[in-house]
């Protein structure tokens, strides 16, 4: 079982946050103020960490810089403030995603869920994703559909790659820049919006998988679920 530090002054959404993670299997601490999280974190191990931005005594930035100094637990960060600079921050102190307030339970266990994946050690000799005919064949770096191998440029294939790992999460195009091109990166939306339409011609039938959320980005389609 999965453990989870809520991290909020606010009880309700701690409750909000714990009656979900709890329905999806996990064991869930509780902590009101970031100095509470820091002296939790020295104690014991979680394996993610949900952390409010704005608290007493300790704010969740200089919780974070405390705690990665001892563990390498991922951090979702919340907060009311969206200011890029604010997101920014959180991504330099080494968080693995940033959630504006008011936001949805659903979305944040999705999102809890794509990380522990993303850290878990499923890398083995033998990993595929397979979505109907659409296969990616991650230690070969391929992608075939319907048996026939597909002819992804790297950077297409990064893409998918990412997309499908965190299937049925909506993905912003911010999002999208900094993980798969990094922070040194000085283009625009038009980088992604390119790529996204390269790759899905290049996917022929399974093309609407990726699925563009107006005003947002895109997110990948398992239909199977």
């Known amino acids: 079982m999965a453990k989870l530090l809520v991290v909020d002054d606010e009880q309700k959404i701690r409750g909000v946050i714990r009656e979900y993670a709890e329905f999806n299997e996990f064991a869930v601490t509780e902590a009101c103020n970031g100095m509470e999280a820091v002296a939790l974190c020295r104690e014991e191990d979680f394996d993610i960490v949900v952390m409010d931005v704005m608290m007493p005594k300790l704010d969740g930035f200089s919780a974070v810089k405390e705690i990665k100094k001892t563990k390498d637990v991922p951090v979702i960060m919340l907060s009311a403030r969206g200011e890029e600079y604010d997101k920014l921050f959180g991504f330099e102190l080494g968080i693995d995603d940033y959630m504006v307030k008011p936001f949805s339970p659903k979305e944040l266990m999705a999102r809890i869920n794509a990380i522990l994946a993303r850290r878990s050690p499923v890398a083995e000799a033998s990993a595929k994703l397979v979505f109907d005919g ?92």
């Open 134 to 225: 659409l296969e990616i064949d991650v230690p070969a770096h391929e992608v075939r559909i319907d048996g026939n191998p597909a002819e992804l440029t790297p950077k297409e294939y990064d893409l998918l790659f990412y997309l499908a790992q965190n299937k049925n999460v909506a993905l912003t195009r911010d999002q999208l820049l900094r993980d798969i091109w990094g922070y040194d990166y000085f283009g625009d939306d038009r980088t992604i919006d390119t790529h996204i339409k390269n790759l899905r011609n290049n996917l022929g039938d399974y093309r609407d998988r990726i699925v563009t959320l107006r005003g947002v980005g895109y997110k990948f389609e398992d239909k199977a679920e």
